[in-house]
Each structure stands twice: as C-alpha cells, then as structure tokens.
C-alpha cells in the first residue's frame, strides 16, 4: 500500500473512533439517568407500601374501635382517644419520613 491510501485508512479509523466515543459517552450518560429514575421509582415505591402499611393499621385499629362494646356507656370517649392516638402516631410517622 502507498502512503496516501494508509492516510486515507487511517482517516476513516479516526472517524469511526469518535463515532465509537461519542456513542459510548451517549450510553453513558443515559445509562446514569436511567440508574436514577430506577433510584427514585424504588424509593417512590417504598413510601407508597409505608402509606399503605400505615392505611392498613388505621383500618385494623378502626375495626377494633367500632367493635368495642363497653358497659358503661364510655364508646364515644374511647373512640375519641383512639382517634386522638392515632391523629399522633400519624404525625410522628410523617415527622419521621421527612
């Protein structure tokens, strides 16, 4: 081969190199985009099951309170502390997951 056919060779190497990079540096970047959405969804998911955890507990703990049938007439103060607990708890767990 003679010189101007090496430079030409070599040329359209370089060329496909740079393509090469710059398609790596795009995968890059959207790779890292793509690791934080999925950080952000995961998290996202774990506040949800926290929420619904949270819903759950407040619907066992309304079924407790509905069923209780005490002698002495005392339901609607019990129930109003119950609620007040928890109205409390509530808070707490939002105070914590800040």
Do not use: W
């Not at 952000?40 to 407040?58: G, H, I, P, S």
Request: hydrophobic residues 30%.
């Amino acid at each position: 081969m003679d010189q101007e056919a090496l430079k030409t060779n070599l040329n359209g190497l370089e060329r496909k190199i740079l393509v090469l990079l710059n398609e790596h540096k795009h995968i890059k970047d959207e790779n890292k985009g793509l690791k934080l959405e999925n950080y952000e969804l995961k998290n996202d998911l774990k506040r949800r099951d926290e929420q619904l955890a949270n819903f759950k507990n407040q619907i066992k703990i309304t079924k407790i309170v509905d069923h209780i049938n005490p002698e002495d007439g005392s339901v609607s103060e019990l129930k109003r502390k119950v609620d007040e607990y928890i109205r409390e708890i509530d808070k707490c767990i939002a105070h914590l997951s800040r």
